[in-house]
């Protein structure tokens, strides 16, 4: 119930406490003793041979952790896993950035990672689509592809040798997303999976769960990779400043945007695990109980959520049993 | 402050122009507000209040002084507030000092009254004990912990609850002092003396985003204002400050305008405050 | 902690009745006058003069009454490096009290929250986009305080930029108003000041009817609030008025 602030009158108070002793009653199996804080010792067989991961220090023979969170083995490999950290990269990752600065031939983006990540002019697919060296000529329009504080969705390619985070947008999906809005969220509830791209059709929304926490809700774009169209767009903006009124999202699609950005607000206030099919849910469940979009983020809206998520859970284990 | 791209920027001000903004909110609806009281037990007063991501403590505390020679029917008030880097790392040293300074005297305007102390929240001929000679001073300290826009009217209302929970020793004087002597005062632990807190003003800062205003904008709201009108309303409905902020100039329609918006959201405000102070009070009594 | 158990919580009745009025309300309401003979509604007869520090890029001497106001421009000038980019220029206003302004000897330091005000009531005027990169000083020296200081500094600081050819919309004209009982009195002396019941003061652009900054003290009901802004308003334009002559009288004599 971390981070939850909620006026809860009585039995709101007390239906949220029931939700979550039963969705504890759920999990507890599975990891109650494997978490950790710091410096609790970890459980180990000495005898074996051991290779101490992230996470872990030895003080007097013992092993020990250095963060706080839950305790993984791989094989030898004893590492533990922080729950609440920044970013952990890993290759192939989904990753929404905010450019934070044009440099030559590359971008740094930010992405909650411990250092800015790098987006190489060379790694891009270019506007023209050709396949050709860069040319100087590119070098200097870097600015019309992205520009300082745009938000880019992109992928992790690897690390350099000097640990710096180099990322690729080689690909139709990769690119500036515009028209929409960004939510951070703690990276440890987005888990990884087959999907991070997801088009809601029924909404005609965009929803892209980075997985560095940075969540992309946005109108549905066609082609993505069409940025000789975009070029083409901001010199249209630069120039008809007024023509932008025209052109702002149409109010039932942000009203779709809007209750999908609350439905994520009101799971990571309550520390559940982001991904399509929950939120969906929480989405159909605040619009078949007519619950305003406002709304979504009071008290009652966050008891309903959990409870259903109690509901759901148990309905699963009882059929995988 | 992390910049926006021009994408997310349009995206908001389109919100703001389709009454739906980021969070699903009206132009004139508030986010969720929660009120905490007694949270600071070594003051006289405290408060500690929650919009949406912004979250600001206030609290009250009283010193026996001695009125100034010019106002002697009169206790002194002082309000400053703080912001702590907590909150944000560009408070750090003097960062936050430009932010605090500009907070301290906007809350001074709207709290305090005129020079004469007309129209003031809290009256200060109820802080003295013997005229000329002691009175109460009241300190009123205002901490930022983590900001998320609209700091005036979140610390307003923190100072108004933290009045509305202050209570002040009861002073006995001893009866027979020569004019001249400072009177000799006893400070009773026991009894406690409570403000009428029914004419402090709340605070209703109207941003505004291209055609249209709204009220407790976020920060990413915030960096879109050309400009912003903080005005100060009682329960009576009368103005009692008024600070514009950001420089494009308005017409004096429009702030006529936003002016009677700003009396007629307060009403609301108002109620929706005095409403979480009581239960804040409630439960505070409770535990 | 308000509530101590055990006591019941009285509440403190406000004095009602014995506030003290000061000599300058001779009588009763409509009698008295003001400490220098002028009618509410009317100003003290301004003056304007560019040109007063040969160092600056910019600046003007104002004096209403026994306020006098230097204002002096610095700039435009390249930014320090330690200022984060900005693609607009930067505005760096600084008020000063010097240590004979007021009636006591005073400290002569900076007044933050002067420059503060001084700053919002002038950047919404200035072309700031126009000088990217760089920064603009205005530094402003109370030489002695005579009532309605900020409005006299903002309007001299208005012309003083003026004086330094810095790209602006249009002067900034600045009024004061204060509250007295019943009555609005315009451009009040510092005597006025400190009886004040409240006070409002409203910087226009006059020219283009725009209120670059408006501060309201004091309990205002909304036919006064009309009523003082309506005040302000045609103050201002007449103010706005005597600033341009000033500027033109310059021009004038330059070009001689």
Request: hydrophobic residues 40%.
């Amino acid at each position: 119930m971390r981070g939850l602030k909620l006026p809860l009158s009585q039995t709101q108070r007390v239906r949220l406490q029931r939700a979550f002793e039963k969705l504890q009653s759920l999990s507890a199996k599975a990891n109650s003793d494997a978490s950790l804080t710091v410096a609790d010792t970890i459980p180990v067989n000495y005898e074996d041979a051991f290779l101490k991961g992230h996470g872990t220090a030895d003080l007097n023979g013992e092993l020990v952790a250095t963060v706080c969170g839950v305790v993984e083995r791989v094989n030898n490999l004893v590492y533990v896993r922080a729950l609440r950290a920044r970013y952990k990269p890993e290759v192939g990752d989904v990753v929404v950035g905010r450019v934070v600065e044009v440099a030559q031939k590359r971008w740094r983006l930010e992405i909650n990672f411990s250092q800015d990540a790098v987006l190489m002019l060379s790694s891009m697919n270019m506007p023209d689509g050709i396949q050709r060296r860069r040319t100087a000529l590119d070098e200097l329009n870097m600015r019309s592809i992205f520009e300082e504080n745009d938000i880019v969705c992109a992928e992790v390619r690897n690390f350099q040798h000097d640990g710096s985070l180099q990322l690729q947008a080689r690909s139709q999906k990769y690119g500036k997303l515009e028209k929409g809005q960004l939510l951070i969220i703690d990276p440890y509830l987005v888990k990884k999976s087959k999907q991070h791209f997801h088009h809601l059709e029924q909404f005609g929304v965009d929803l892209i769960l980075g997985r560095n926490g940075y969540i992309w809700i946005g109108e549905h774009v066609e082609a993505r990779d069409s940025m000789v169209i975009d070029q083409a767009k901001n010199i249209e903006q630069s120039t008809v400043v007024e023509g932008i009124n025209q052109a702002y999202t149409p109010l039932e699609m942000r009203q779709n945007i809007c209750r999908i950005a609350n439905a994520i607000r009101v799971l990571t206030s309550l520390g559940f695990n982001v991904d399509l099919n929950l939120i969906m849910e929480t989405v159909e469940l605040s619009s078949s109980l007519k619950i305003d979009i406002h709304d979504m983020l009071g008290s009652e809206f966050h008891v309903l959520v959990a409870e259903m998520e109690a509901e759901r859970r148990s309905l699963t284990t009882k059929r995988k049993r | 402050m992390v910049g926006l791209s021009v994408g997310e920027k349009h995206f908001i001000q389109g919100g703001i122009a389709q009454d739906l903004r980021s969070d699903g909110r009206k132009r004139l609806t508030y986010r969720p507000i929660y009120v905490e009281t007694g949270v600071i037990p070594q003051a006289h007063g405290s408060a500690r209040v929650r919009l949406g991501a912004t979250d600001v403590i206030a609290s009250v505390k009283a010193e026996l002084g001695k009125p100034s020679a010019l106002q002697p029917d009169k206790g002194k008030i002082a309000i400053y507030v703080d912001c702590s880097p907590t909150a944000a790392p560009m408070f750090e040293g003097r960062g936050g000092e430009e932010l605090s300074t500009e907070l301290s005297v906007a809350l001074q305007r709207c709290l305090l009254g005129g020079k004469s102390g007309a129209g003031a929240g809290i009256d200060p001929t109820s802080l003295v004990v013997v005229e000329g000679k002691v009175c109460w001073d009241l300190y009123i300290d205002g901490l930022v912990i983590s900001s998320d826009g609209n700091l005036l009217d979140a610390l307003a209302a923190a100072i108004k609850a933290a009045l509305s929970n202050t209570g002040i020793p009861k002073v006995d004087v001893a009866a027979e002092t020569t004019s001249d002597e400072q009177p000799e005062v006893n400070i009773s632990d026991e009894e406690f003396l409570q403000f009428d807190t029914s004419g402090i003003p709340v605070i209703v800062t109207l941003t505004k985003v291209g055609r249209h205003y709204i009220v407790d904008a976020t920060s990413e709201e915030e960096s879109q204002m050309s400009s912003a009108v903080s005005i100060s309303v009682n329960r009576k409905g009368h103005i009692c400050g008024l600070t514009k902020r950001g420089g494009v100039g308005l017409d004096p329609s429009i702030i006529l305008d936003m002016i009677s918006v700003a009396k007629h959201v307060s009403e609301q405000l108002i109620n929706k405050l005095d409403s979480e102070i009581a239960a804040a009070e409630a439960s505070e009594e409770e535990s | 902690m308000a509530a101590k158990p055990g006591s019941a919580p009285v509440t403190y009745s406000p004095n009602l009745g014995q506030k003290t009025r000061p000599p300058i309300f001779k009588d009763n309401d409509l009698d008295w006058v003001r400490p220098d003979g002028r009618g509410f509604h009317q100003c003290r007869p301004a003056f304007f003069r560019t040109g007063a520090v040969n160092s600056a890029s910019g600046s003007a001497y104002a004096e209403l009454g026994s306020t006098k106001v230097i204002v002096s421009v610095f700039g435009p000038r390249e930014s320090k490096k330690a200022m984060m980019y900005s693609d607009t220029g930067r505005l760096n206003c600084n008020v000063s009290y010097t240590t004979f302004a007021t009636p006591v000897r005073g400290q002569g330091s900076d007044h933050k929250e002067f420059s503060s005000m001084l700053h919002k009531a002038l950047e919404g005027a200035i072309m700031l986009e126009t000088f990217p990169k760089t920064t603009v000083d205005v530094f402003a020296l109370v030489l002695e305080s005579g009532g309605s200081d900020l409005p006299v500094v903002i309007s001299c600081a208005s012309l003083a930029l003026a004086d330094a050819g810095i790209m602006m919309y249009d002067l900034v004209a600045a009024v004061s108003v204060s509250c007295l009982g019943k009555n609005l009195v315009i451009d009040p002396v510092l005597e006025e000041e400190s009886y004040q019941d409240g006070s409002l003061m409203l910087t226009c652009m006059p020219s283009r009817y725009e209120v670059t900054q408006l501060t309201f003290t004091g309990e205002w009901s909304t036919p006064e609030i009309n009523e003082a802004m309506q005040l302000c308003l045609d103050a201002c334009n007449k103010l706005g008025k005597v600033m341009r002559t000033c500027l033109k009288e310059a021009a004038s004599a330059s070009q001689e």
